[in-house]
């Protein structure tokens, strides 16, 4: 795949899907610009891990909560690597409540991480794109962008509008070498899943497998999709091969959606 020498930013990638991207990216090549919330070890490792593919890497601690430094990281990416080519918008929250107990804080924060952050990162990504005709704008939603579930609506509402917000944008810039795409997996095995067994099991007083198998109901492969299987995907629509697929709303859910 003929992404080698481009440069990446990759938001919320120091764990997780995030970091399964950077990963892959790094692999084929790529120079990645990394970014993430957490603790100074788990970011250290991280950048270790994704530096090991023998490429450059650089961290960027933006938080996706504040317009001005998604900005900046953007300037920063392109003053220091040259460009900004692929831009990979991951990070993301959840909060479970009904609707009517929903904290206010909470939907704030889901919509501004979930979906304003990606409309901050393309539109200071986009110039530059325009100016090299070429370009891969990567929106990572959820089987939560096709489907709803009760209690995750901020989750449900900023997911539907990032994969709304992908097909405006790749109407936009179709004819300028830029791609705008979207992937939506359905329960991966990352750490933030991971935490959620051991409470399951215990509010619901079953054990860990019966809460796996609980959470994977609506997988029908009942398996969790893995980060490898996800970064794949997205190293593949940052290729050149994936040139003419713009729009698109990739499901990789264990089949989930053809329900
Ligand atoms: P994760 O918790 O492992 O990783 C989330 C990343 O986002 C971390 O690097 C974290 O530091 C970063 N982040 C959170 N808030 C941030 C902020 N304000 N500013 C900057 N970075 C911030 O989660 P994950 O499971 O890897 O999820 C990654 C993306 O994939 C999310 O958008 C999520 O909605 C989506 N997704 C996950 C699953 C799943 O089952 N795990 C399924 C579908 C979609």
């Known amino acids: 795949m003929a992404i080698k020498g481009k440069t990446a930013v990759v938001t919320g990638s120091t764990s997780g899907i995030g970091l399964g991207i950077a990963q892959a990216l790094a692999r084929a090549g790529c120079n990645v610009v990394m970014n993430g919330l957490g603790t100074e070890k788990d970011n250290e490792k991280a950048i270790a891990d994704v530096r090991s593919h023998g490429v450059r890497v650089a961290f960027d601690p933006a938080n996706m909560l504040r317009h001005n430094q998604i900005a900046d990281m953007i300037a920063k990416a392109e003053r220091d690597f040259g460009s900004v080519d692929i831009l990979v918008n991951n990070a993301g929250i959840q909060h479970v409540a009904p609707v009517e107990e929903f904290p206010i804080e909470q939907w704030d924060a889901i919509i501004a991480i979930n979906l ?39 989750y449900v509402s900023a997911k539907h509008g990032l994969a709304g917000f992908t097909k405006a944008v790749a109407l936009e810039v179709a004819e300028l070498g830029i791609t705008s795409n979207a992937i939506s997996p359905g329960f991966v095995w990352t750490p933030l899943v991971e935490k959620q067994i051991p409470d399951l099991a215990k509010s619901e007083n079953i054990n860990e497998d019966q809460a796996k198998r609980k959470v994977l109901a609506r997988q029908p492969t009942s398996r969790f999709v893995t980060v490898e299987q996800v970064a794949a995907l997205a190293a593949f629509l940052a290729s050149e091969e994936a040139a003419s697929i713009t729009g698109a709303n990739y499901s990789i859910d264990g089949g989930w959606t053809a329900q």
């Open 116 to 154: 304003s952050s990606a409309f901050h990162t393309v539109r200071a990504a986009l110039p530059g794109m325009k100016k090299r005709k070429w370009g891969r704008i990567i929106n990572i939603c959820s089987a939560h962008s096709l489907r709803a579930s009760p209690f995750k609506s901020a």
